[in-house]
């Protein structure tokens, strides 16, 4: 009777090791989102205060992103890779774009030069991806 009772419960807990060892472990929506790569327009803007609560200079490379993708700021300080024309360079997520549309990119006024002059006005196939947070160049 003993033996049934010590082996049934050895039976279990091995049963419970199993199951806590297969059960999915949550995926970390950053390093999620840092693999889908977003396209749309790219843009410049004058840079001043950001949504995101501080001071930016059109020398910095920085960028809004659109109000659709804005999360309450939670991807305020966050890295990118924007890539156009052959040319790629990383900014930080400082502001908002209230009038871009879910993949735009309004970027400061030297970001957006890297890439083309800024008479150019608008770029059309800009692709880019988050960063994990946390990195920086």
């Known amino acids: 009777m003993q033996f049934q009772r010590v082996?049934?419960?050895?039976?279990?807990?091995?049963?419970?090791?199993?199951c806590a060892l297969a059960a999915p472990v949550p995926a970390d929506d950053d390093s999620l989102e840092k693999?889908?790569?977003?396209?749309?327009r790219g843009t410049w803007y004058d840079t001043g205060l950001g949504a995101c609560g501080k001071?930016?200079?059109s020398w910095e490379m920085v960028v809004a992103i659109s109000h659709l993708r804005w999360n309450g700021g939670g991807n305020c300080g966050q890295y990118m890779q924007i890539n156009w024309g052959g040319k790629s360079q990383y900014a930080k997520v400082v502001d908002e774009c209230m009038g871009c549309a879910d993949g735009d990119?309004?970027?400061s006024a030297s970001l957006?030069?890297?890439f083309a002059?800024?008479?150019k006005g608008v770029l059309n196939g800009v692709?880019?991806?988050?960063?994990?947070?946390g990195w920086h160049p």
């Open 117 to 119: 002059s800024q008479s």
């Open 127 to 133: 692709s880019w991806h988050f960063m994990a947070k």
């Open 35 to 40: 693999r889908i790569t977003h396209s749309g």
């Open 112 to 114: 957006f030069s890297h």
């Open 7 to 18: 082996s049934f419960f050895f039976v279990a807990f091995v049963a419970f090791i199993l």
């Open 105 to 107: 990119l309004d970027m």
């Open 55 to 57: 001071w930016n200079n």
